[in-house]
């Protein structure tokens, strides 16, 4: 997407050859989505302890951050997810530094 914008492709232009076929190539690994749930409920019934885990990342192309709800109960675990946010990087340019700022907000 990135590409196409730094292009300045309009909405109604054919993609470049190059362009279009990494975009088959993301799309094609994009099937599994459609099989994907996620939970509504976060906490079990009973638990002992419990504990947000929370993860970011950064690139020169995106950034993303995600938490997950860890749930203990007579020494059994369920992890589940409870958010989780992915943006594109600025189109200027930006340090890994900048981005890793970016991904904690």
Not at 7 to 20: N, S, T
Not at 91 to 96: C, D, G, R, V
Request: hydrophobic share 45%; net charge positive.
């Amino acid at each position: 997407m990135q590409e196409a914008w730094r292009g300045k492709i309009g909405w109604d232009e054919v993609l470049p050859v190059e362009l279009e076929h990494k975009y088959r190539l993301w799309e094609r690994t994009m099937h599994f989505m459609s099989k994907c749930a996620i939970s509504r409920r976060l906490f079990a019934e009973n638990y002992d302890d419990f504990t947000v885990h929370i993860f970011t990342d950064a690139s020169a192309y995106a950034y993303a951050a995600c938490a997950f709800l860890r749930c203990e109960f007579k020494g059994q675990v369920t992890v589940k997810l409870m958010a989780a946010k992915a943006r594109l990087a600025p189109m200027k340019k930006s340090t890994i530094q900048d981005l890793n700022c970016w991904e904690q907000l």
